[in-house]
């Protein structure tokens, strides 16, 4: 009889840069050593990195949205609408620029399938946060970049492994459905049939 592997010992599922998407929302939320001391020096990597990512959100969502560079220049052609994305897309550009990298060899990136690591230089004006940096272009690169989202409930920001998702986990997401219209009319009718079953004397 062939033996077959067990699924509980299955590695876990992993989503096309999950991993590095994990790492920048550790460190944008904190998770990191740099939490022990929120200094300026702090406020600003955080700040760039989210200025990042607000162009970021804008520029690529409109991007995806089209095929080729023609259907998006038809689509843009004359509409107002596009006037954010240009602006996002010059500011975007404009510090993406500015970065100096150079190739090396990472003994721990190579055996994660990565033989050359792009690093920011120190005579860059984003050396101090150029892990993060560097977590942000390789997102950008995987075209993962818009799953670094902040949660609609508690605004944490976290890695949507589905283009659906919204919220970080099945706790906010149960907190703003509770908040809803349609989730308090449930409840009405569901404590309403409750009333009327209690007061039958069918339930206790």
Known sequence: MPMTDSRWLESPRRYTGQKTGNALVAWLNGGQKEMLSWSNDRQWKQ????????????VFGRLYKYSTHHDFYVASKGKKSSVRFWDCYERLNK???????APWINLNEFYEKNPIVWSVKDDSPAALVAPQIGWFIELIKQGVILRIRRCQECSKWYFARFNHQQFCGDLCRGKHHAHTETFRENRRKYMREYYQLKKSGKVK
């Open 47 to 58: 700040r760039m990195l989210e200025e990042l990512l607000q162009d970021a959100t804008v």
């Open 95 to 101: 510090m993406l620029l500015s970065f100096t990298q």
